[in-house]
């Protein structure tokens, strides 16, 4: 499985756009992208997944450039409540695979 | 979307008994459920694979015969600590993919497993 690597936290103010990053340079071909926010003492939740360029849904964008070797988890307008932790992972489509985990980015989000 | 539930949200138990865990799939099958783990301020931790009719897949260093798996049904998976000790206290985690749905696997609320 494609290991990725994400910064261990970042910090934002209310209102401001998000960008988080992630490298997954072992990206295989039949690999999708897919992130996950965690709250404190509750499960994953699904944010959005992609295989290339960019996919947009009601709470995020995801953009992964032409060599798919990192993608972007870009948050519009966060807010308080948007202070979690946020997983990339890298697994085949199929969704029967096992999912590997990182370290994910604590993001804070102060007033 | 397709939601998974698990019960008990959190448990105290004694060294040495066993402690069930349930993972339900609400409003799909899941032939195939995860079960992780989540010590705290670390990530998740896949412990095994379960299989609907067959016998789970545990990873690397998992014993299976501590953490019994037994996916009996379309919508339901248990997860039993066998003989649980203080180090088995941490935040257990089971997911699984809607058929019907996308790629993506859903995930249940955890449970809080205290050893005392």
């Known amino acids: 499985l494609a290991k990725t690597t994400q910064p261990i936290s970042m910090d934002s103010y209310e209102g401001q756009e998000v960008n988080i990053t992630c490298s997954h340079n072992?990206?295989?071909?039949?690999?999708?992208i897919t992130w996950y926010q965690q709250f404190p003492s509750q499960g994953p939740r699904f944010i959005i997944q992609?295989?290339?360029t960019k996919v947009t849904n009601e709470v995020a964008s995801l953009f992964i450039p032409a060599d798919r070797k990192s993608s972007t988890l870009s948050l519009p307008r966060v807010s308080l409540s948007d202070t979690a932790v946020y997983y990339c992972?890298?697994?085949?489509?199929?969704?029967?695979?096992?999912?590997?985990f990182g370290k994910g980015t604590m993001l804070l989000v102060s007033p | 979307g397709a939601v998974v539930s698990q019960h008990p949200s959190w448990v105290i138990c004694k060294s040495g008994t066993s402690v069930k865990i349930e993972c339900r799939s609400l409003?799909?099958?899941?032939?195939?459920m995860f079960w992780y783990r989540q010590f705290p301020k670390q990530s998740l931790m896949l412990m095994a694979t379960?299989?609907?009719?067959?016998?789970?897949?545990?990873e690397q260093g998992v014993e299976k015969d501590k953490f019994l798996i037994n996916h009996a049904s379309l919508t339901l998976s248990t997860l039993t600590v066998t003989s649980a000790h203080p180090e088995d206290s941490s935040f257990y985690i089971c997911?699984?993919?809607?058929?019907?749905?996308?790629?993506?696997?859903?995930f249940g609320p955890g449970t809080r497993l205290t050893v005392t």
């Open positions: 992972l890298v697994a085949p489509g199929s969704g029967y695979s096992t999912l590997t």
């Open positions: 379960s299989n609907e009719g067959s016998k789970a897949t545990y």
């Open positions: 992609g295989y290339k």
């Open positions: 997911s699984a993919r809607d058929p019907q749905g996308a790629y993506e696997q859903y």
């Open positions: 409003d799909f099958q899941a032939t195939t």
């Open positions: 072992n990206i295989a071909t039949n690999d999708y």
